[in-house]
């Protein structure tokens, strides 16, 4: 065992659900604070989500406890509070190799596990995936329980309510767990979280708790108990809760920290059928101090020191970074809205994580979290833009595939000008391939009216922000995950009275635009051209100094700088895509249509992510296994000029 300082004795029997079945109503609390202790000692030594499981500890283990997994389906929202459940389901032991390259995952996934019911990432999805499974198993003629896992920050997206909406006017045998703890990554917002608030206000909750208790002491047999559920469910109903309204019977709320309510309250609600909706109260961060007080900090962290807290990583601790590209974007946010008080700012539900934290301080009135509505972000954002207001998007790659119709129905096609900061473009690491950015330059290339810009470096993305702030019409900027790249390679370039490149120069602080529609030339070679589309310019200009190639930032895929891509056919005998999005229907696609509809006969090689998932792992040794690192290109170039394909 890695993490060998506590005794784990109870826990380290546990090799499947089967065995916490056995377990007395003593040992299960004895394994509650096992579990919950191992996780800590776990998370903090390979870092990963840590508050939201902290609050799961007691449900997990009454889950398996009540039900007949995986018999019985198990599907949790999100699925980064699923850490519990997986150490409980066999895989205690490789845990130390969590989210690691070759290690398990850090969400829930059905290939690693027969009780990974279904496999998540995105939020939200729960309800559905739990409906479907529960009509299927009908129409097996299968008894088994189908149970969502939703926490209160999942329950605001428009998935959730029309999963809803369509088991609440069903006779499906649907069980919801709404697992609400007030927070989503920050705290929840939104006129459901108040409802649900309202739910949990001190006296109602206490009372309910009691009462619950006292009716739960002696437990009768079945059809007595089903007799007396529906009492005491009728007890523990607040009249008119919104899932009421819906279809669904209604439990709750209580402690979900509380197993000696948990169990009996689960087993009780198991003898009814039909939707059912059981609300508990945890709290984020339970049992670790630093993480009950700090949640948003803890609800991903890197390794740390279980003692103090604080990161042990060299990344996280390392003071002298350059910024983010995250960073440099919530700057140019402030920057730009200070400038021009028609911007404002959406978030669905990342404030943190997309850099809007200053902007939501000085310009409270300007800002928009709309929790995990990605949807609704966008269209928000296009009404905005038909009445004067100028709005900025900030959404992850991943999360802005949600809303795609919205994106072509309410602003492209009616060519507002919505600025979209797309982060975490390209490879995330250790979260995986559920929110891997490898595809927006594919799905967003195809829709006519959109401008789409891909910096290389700081500069660039706070010029290129600026340009498509200026932009009259959809743009979209995207940008990686980490720090921004200083070149140090000192490179010739073609712009007019400058012989070394301005890549490391301070950055302007007047918002100045990048010309529109031009690419930037970083190096003159001979033979092969290599076209960079984002921040994997430095490691081109790395390789292009074996090969002695010239190297140009294309930083516009669309409209793309065809002058550019004429004059770099007209000099070398190669061409050389490069962009940290796939292949199929990305920039260097972009390229090869372009040489197509112009007749040109050139060599191509494109070079991105090919059509496969990409699983977790460190960026490096996820570029280095998708040869985007300087080794990997300098392979494949001079694999393609050695080969005898013809022009
Ligand atoms: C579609 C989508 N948007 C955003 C996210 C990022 N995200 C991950 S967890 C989370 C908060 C979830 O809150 P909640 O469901 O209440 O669970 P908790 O962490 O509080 O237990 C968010 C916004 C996501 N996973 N999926």
């Known amino acids: 065992m890695p993490f060998s300082k506590s ?142 896992i939703i926490g209160d920050g999942a329950m605001t997206a428009g998935m959730a309510f029309e999963a ?51 009716v739960l002491e002696n437990i009768p047999p079945a059809l007595e108990l089903a007799r007396r559920t529906e009492e005491h469910v009728k007890g523990m109903i607040v009249p008119g809760t919104l899932f009421e309204e819906l279809g669904f019977t209604y439990f709750g709320p209580v402690d979900g920290h509380d197993l000696d309510t948990l169990i009996p309250v689960l087993k009780n609600i198991n003898q009814q059928t039909g939707p059912r909706l059981l609300h508990i109260r945890t709290q984020k961060g339970k049992g670790y101090f630093p993480a009950e007080d700090a949640p948003v ?141 490898a595809y927006d330059l594919s799905f967003l290339r195809c829709i006519p009216n959109m401008v789409i810009m891909t910096p290389a470096d700081e500069a660039e993305c706070r010029g290129l922000l600026t340009t498509a702030f200026l932009h009259d019409g959809p743009s979209a900027v995207r940008y990686p995950r980490g720090c921004v790249h200083n070149l140090s390679t000192a490179v010739n370039t073609n712009e007019a009275g400058k012989t070394k490149s301005g890549h490391n120069k301070s950055i302007n602080d007047k918002l100045q635009s990048l010309p529109f529609g031009q690419a930037k030339q970083y190096r003159q070679g001979k033979k092969i051209a290599i076209l960079v589309f984002g921040t994997l310019l430095s490691t081109a200009i790395e390789v292009a100094e074996e090969l002695d190639a010239s190297v140009y930032s294309m930083r516009f895929v669309k409209p793309l700088d065809t002058n550019t891509i004429k004059t770099a056919v007209e000099q070398h005998d190669l061409l050389v895509t490069i962009e940290d999005n796939a292949i199929a229907g990305g920039a260097g696609s972009a390229v090869s249509e372009y040489l197509n509809e112009q007749n040109i006969n050139t060599r191509l090689l494109q070079i991105g992510f090919p059509d496969e998932l990409i699983n977790h792992g460190s960026p490096d040794e996820l570029l280095s296994d998708w040869k985007l690192d300087k080794p990997g290109i300098l392979q494949t170039i001079q694999e393609r000029v050695n080969s005898n394909v013809s022009p």
């Open 7 to 148: 005794n784990w004795s109870l826990l380290e029997s546990i090799n499947s659900p089967a065995d916490v079945r056995k377990l007395s109503s003593q040992q299960l609390k004895e394994l509650a604070r096992q579990l919950r202790e191992f996780l800590l000692e776990s998370v903090s030594s390979t870092g990963g989500h840590l508050s939201a499981g902290l609050g799961t500890v007691e449900l997990t283990v009454a889950l398996h406890y009540v039900f007949n997994t995986p018999y019985d389906r198990l599907v949790w929202d999100v699925g980064h509070q699923t850490y519990p459940h997986k150490i409980l389901t066999g895989r205690r032991d490789k845990m130390a190799g969590l989210r690691q390259k070759g290690g398990i995952a850090g969400f829930p996934k059905r290939e690693e596990s027969e009780y990974d019911a279904f496999g998540t990432g995105h939020s939200s999805t729960s309800i559905a995936a739990a409906l479907g499974m529960s009509i299927a198993a009908r129409q097996h003629r299968e008894n088994r329980h189908c149970v969502a």
């Open 164 to 214: 809803l909406n369509h088991a609440g006017d069903s006779d499906a045998n649907l069980l919801v767990i709404l697992n609400d703890n007030d927070m989503s990554i920050s705290p929840n917002v939104g006129a459901l979280s108040n409802h649900l608030t309202r739910l949990l206000s001190g006296d109602l909750f206490s009372t309910l708790r009691e009462g619950s208790k006292k």
């Open 297 to 437: 900090k803890y609800h991903a962290t890197s390794a740390f020191d279980l003692s103090t807290g604080k990161a042990t990583t060299a990344a996280a601790t390392n003071t002298s970074k350059s910024p983010s590209y995250t960073e440099v974007f919530g700057q140019w946010l402030c920057d730009m809205a200070t400038q021009d008080e028609r911007l404002v700012g959406i978030t669905p539900a990342m404030r943190e994580g997309s850099g809007l934290v200053e902007f939501s301080e000085k310009f409270p009135q300007r800002y928009f979290d709309v929790g995990i509505a990605e949807q609704h972000a966008v269209t928000l954002a296009a009404g905005m833009a038909c009445d004067g207001l100028k709005p900025v998007v900030a959404i992850y790659s991943t999360f802005l595939q949600r809303a795609y119709d919205q994106l072509i129905h309410d602003v492209a096609i009616q060519n507002l000008s919505v600025v979209f900061a797309i982060d975490r473009a390209g490879i995330v690491g250790a979260d995986g391939p559920t929110h891997t950015g």
